[in-house]
């Protein structure tokens, strides 16, 4: 199970961080990854982390403005969201799955297991 917060509405520029805790069958789960969907949208791969190692990967459009951090004690990934622009405006979802290769990283369909989604708005 997989449980995301923080969302909100923030100004332009602002920032807001993004937690997510896991639990149950997740934990095992080699990859964390944030994805989201704007309305009218497909979703859309913003970040993810390896639990083991920590390497990290971002979506271009996020990259020097988002930091993706995990806590294995607490079994929680944290998104740090700087910067933030109107187009960032989506339900963002974490997700937990068993991904090896960087490329499948990226892809939604490499996660098994999703949260609840939390929305994040960002006004200009």
């Known amino acids: 199970q997989l449980q995301a917060s923080g969302g909100g509405l923030v100004q332009a520029g602002g920032s807001l961080r993004l937690s997510c805790a896991a639990s149950g069958s997740t934990v095992s789960s080699y990859a964390m990854g944030w994805f989201r969907q704007a309305p009218g949208k497909e979703r859309e791969f913003v970040t993810a982390?390896?639990?083991?190692?920590?390497?990290?990967y971002y979506a271009d459009s996020v990259k020097g403005r988002f930091t993706i951090s995990r806590e294995n004690a607490k079994n929680t990934v944290y998104l740090q969201m700087n910067s933030l622009k109107p187009e960032d405006t989506a339900v963002y979802y974490c997700?937990?799955?068993?991904?090896?290769?960087?490329?499948?990283?990226?892809?939604?369909?490499?996660?098994?297991?999703w949260g609840q989604g939390t929305q994040v708005t960002v006004s200009s």
């Open positions: 982390i390896r639990w083991s190692g920590g390497t990290t």
């Open positions: 997700a937990a799955g068993n991904v090896f290769s960087a490329i499948a990283v990226s892809s939604a369909t490499s996660y098994d297991y």
